[in-house]
């Protein structure tokens, strides 16, 4: 038997770039076009076990339901309470833009007023002392022209005091 040739490996360096959309679906499409044309934040409710989320979802994780009922829906925040959070100091590169990420920047998990229901997003407040968990907190969107229907027409969550 022959021995096969030895093949000499071609290497392409590139950078591909691959734009793509991505179906939201119902329920987050709807929560997106709310946040941008009205600076509401919606939450759902699981019709079976009456599980809240937001953004909204279209199945329960608990029990699998169907959430889409329109009924089942609350508006939320935008003010809320802080229950934990993280700050990141270590910068990283950013696969979808290739631009390292800015630092510090702090996120949140939220408990939004209206409805038992939390909300992970950025916090203004960067200084792990001034940052305590209990503290009030408002969301603070974009400008209206410059919203584009996702969750970073919320800039931030600004600290309050009440
Ligand atoms: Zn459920």
């Known amino acids: 038997m022959k021995a ?12 591909l770039k691959m734009p793509f959309k991505w179906n ?11 946040l ?8 759902n409710q ?8 937001c953004p909204p979802a279209n199945i329960c994780t608990r029990d699998h ?6 009924d ?23 696969p979808t833009t290739g631009e390292m990420l800015e630092v510090p920047f702090s996120v949140g998990l ?13 916090l203004q407040e960067t200084d792990v002392e001034k940052i305590k968990p209990g503290m009030r907190v408002e969301a603070v969107f974009k400008p209206k022209e410059e919203r584009k229907g996702n969750i970073f027409d919320i800039i931030h969550f600004k600290t309050i005091k009440e």
Not at 4 to 13: H, M, S, T
Not at 24 to 34: A, D, K, N
């Open 4 to 15: 096969k040739p030895q093949l000499e490996l071609i290497y392409l360096d590139m950078t």
């Open 24 to 34: 939201t679906g119902e329920p987050l499409g709807e929560f997106f076009r709310e």
């Open 36 to 43: 941008k044309a009205n600076e509401k934040i919606y939450a």
């Open 46 to 53: 699981c019709p079976t076990c009456g599980r809240n989320y």
């Open 65 to 70: 339901s169907r959430c889409n009922e329109k």
């Open 72 to 94: 089942k829906w609350v508006a939320v925040g935008p003010k809320g309470t802080l229950l934990t959070f993280f700050i990141c100091e270590q910068s990283f590169l950013i």
């Open 110 to 122: 939220v408990m939004l007023d209206g409805a038992p229901v939390v909300l992970q997003h950025c």
